[in-house]
């Protein structure tokens, strides 16, 4: 049966080759092929040798791997933004359906993942149980409920600096196939610690190229009014000092 935090854990509320930052600077400008939106990456693009897919599927497992009394996605503050952060991206948070106010500081030169509005699907998440019989593990099925409440969202806006990022929609991503999430002790799902499969993931997301340095603000607003566990809305700010 699906608890209460089944029903708050589903919204987290995300040029091929590129290997320099110079390189992801300069697609970052590139045509969509609907809209300009300068900084944002094309969502054709593979920054850092991964799809947009990809990198949403790194995300789900960079975010559930931290511990509960520490993961970013609880955090309403900015407090634990830099946990588990390592390599050229830096990942932003979504959260489980609330609103945040967050203030935090990154490092100079990093691509920027950050979730808009996106969901998981499986093992992990409590909607299935491969090794209890009659609650089956189906794939398909599984993708078909991340895509109902993807789409389910009616308004999906975004602001950099104050200037309206344009065709959110047009910057959705699922996963390529089923993965892993590994959860820790003291896991935000409540789960044992372990290995969970399969999970799928949908939503939108948007990957920024490096930030010039000092302060920025990213704004976030959503409505979902029928999602597969109510109605939904939030509004997530991310004030970021770059240094």
Known sequence: MKSQMNKIIQCALLAAGLVTIGAIQQSAFADNGKARNPGILPAQSQPHGKSYSEWAVAWWQWVMSIPADRNPLLDTTG??????????????????????????SIPQGKTLVLPVFNWIFGAGAFDCEPSVPGVPCDVPTLQASAAFNTEAATVVEVEIDGMSVKNVRDYRASSPGPFTINYPDNSVSGLPSGSYFPNVADGYWLILAPLSTGQHIIRLHVVAPATSYGPIEFVIVHRLTVE
């Open 79 to 104: 407090a634990f933004a830099g946990e588990g952060q390592s390599g050229p991206v830096w990942f932003l948070a979504g959260t489980f359906g609330g609103s945040a106010d967050r203030t935090y």
